[in-house]
């Protein structure tokens, strides 16, 4: 993966070649950006440019036979980590490594993905990914190994929010001085959620979101109408991998839509009538039903939509991106039920769902209990 193959990003991608030109490579970096802005392929990109010795982000000039096992993502001195669980056919003990023609093909195919596609594509969307201490015992082992071909050695961290405690404690005193030649890449969505001793062992770069522009080119040159991108890369809001999803009409926005529209429909019923709350608990149930990284996908999918009511209420229709249009349902008819009187308690509520779903609390009880407060929430009066 060349830099030139990248959306966006020109300054990062000047700034990371440069440096390494200049031979000052910081053995620990941490790339901090939200999904769909393209850290997990700059950082093969950066990882490729530093092993195969190219001289030029533009084309391959440096070293031909690394680039092509570049091409398949099979350099032996190229490492990755990422949240993984135990599946139908990794039942104990699951590491990275049992994962690997699994990781290349989610590579190939949405190098800009975010969590739950990879999670969909191991078959673990019901369970909740992590590095682990066996992960972290793999990469000291892997690390203690001589480069294969006397250069470079980088170990590539996908979502290093997702280290466990006993792991980045583990992993420590390797990022802090680790072997020569060697260099570690952590990539994240959530810096605050990593270990405030890892930060500080590592030079932080932050990506912004991608330009609107970027990604409706992109999509014109994926054979899409110039209409049809624009509106898309409006809505994408800076996410490439949500604007693939809009194109292939595949997004699981679609769905959470629809949970939405029925979610909110039933709550304003739900006030004086207590057959309606008898839906709300239904839905409780079908949403609990589905796997935990989708509850929490759902509920951060509600958190978009509630601050985009309230930017619509307040007239700052220019930086709104949502278009919901499920059952005659309009962001602009229910964006008055949302304003300076409820939104940060509704804010606050749908973070405490997402923390309790998090640390395995009962769905359908957590659900269940923000729903009688949207309840309530939602006939708030504007203070």
Not at 132 to 137: H, Q
Not at 181 to 193: N, S
Not at 243 to 264: P, Q, R
């Amino acid at each position: 993966m060349l830099f030139k193959d990248l959306l966006g990003h020109e300054h990062i991608k000047k700034h990371l070649t440069h440096s390494a030109d200049m031979g000052r490579i910081p053995h620990a970096q941490l790339f901090i950006g939200p999904e769909g802005s393209g850290t997990l392929p700059m950082a093969i990109a950066y990882a490729q440019y530093l092993l195969c010795n190219n001289t030029n982000a533009e084309n391959t000039t440096g070293d031909q036979a690394c680039n092509l096992k570049f091409n398949n993502l099979s350099h032996p001195d190229l490492h990755f980590a990422f949240p993984v669980a135990s599946n139908s056919n990794v039942k104990s003990h699951p590491v990275s490594d049992n994962f690997l023609e699994e990781w290349r093909t989610f590579i190939k195919e949405q190098p800009y993905g975010n969590l739950f596609d990879w999670y969909q594509l191991i078959g673990i969307e019901n369970k909740q990914g992590q590095i682990g201490v066996d992960e972290s015992l793999q990469i000291v082992k892997s690390l203690s190994l001589k480069s294969y071909e006397g250069g470079y050695k980088v170990m590539l961290i996908w979502m290093a929010e997702k280290m466990n405690i006993a792991s980045s404690n583990k992993l420590l005193k390797l990022i802090e001085e680790p072997p020569n030649k060697t260099i570690f890449l952590l990539i994240a969505e959530e810096e605050e959620q990593i270990i405030q001793t890892i930060r500080s062992r590592c030079q932080v770069l932050h990506f912004p979101p991608l330009a609107e522009a970027t990604i409706k080119n992109a999509l014109i040159e994926r054979q899409l109408s110039e209409n049809d991108a624009t509106k898309i890369a409006h809505q994408a809001n800076g996410n490439f991998n949500k604007a693939i999803d809009l194109m292939n009409k595949d997004s699981e926005d679609l769905t959470f839509e629809k949970w939405f529209v029925s979610w909110v429909r039933s709550a304003f019923k739900a006030k004086g009538n207590k057959s309606a709350i008898h839906d709300l608990i239904n839905w409780s149930e079908q949403v609990a039903a589905t796997g935990r990284e989708t509850q929490k996908q759902f509920l951060h999918f509600c958190l978009d939509v509630f601050r985009q009511a309230l930017l619509l209420n307040y007239k700052a229709d220019e930086i709104v991106f949502m278009d919901l249009n499920s059952d005659g349902f309009h962001l602009n008819k229910f964006a008055p039920f949302v304003h300076g009187g409820n939104i940060m308690d509704i804010s606050n509520e749908l973070q405490d769902a997402i923390y309790h779903i998090e640390r395995n609390g009962n769905a359908k009880i957590i659900l269940t209990d923000l729903s009688i407060k949207l309840t309530r929430l939602l006939h708030k009066k504007p203070a």
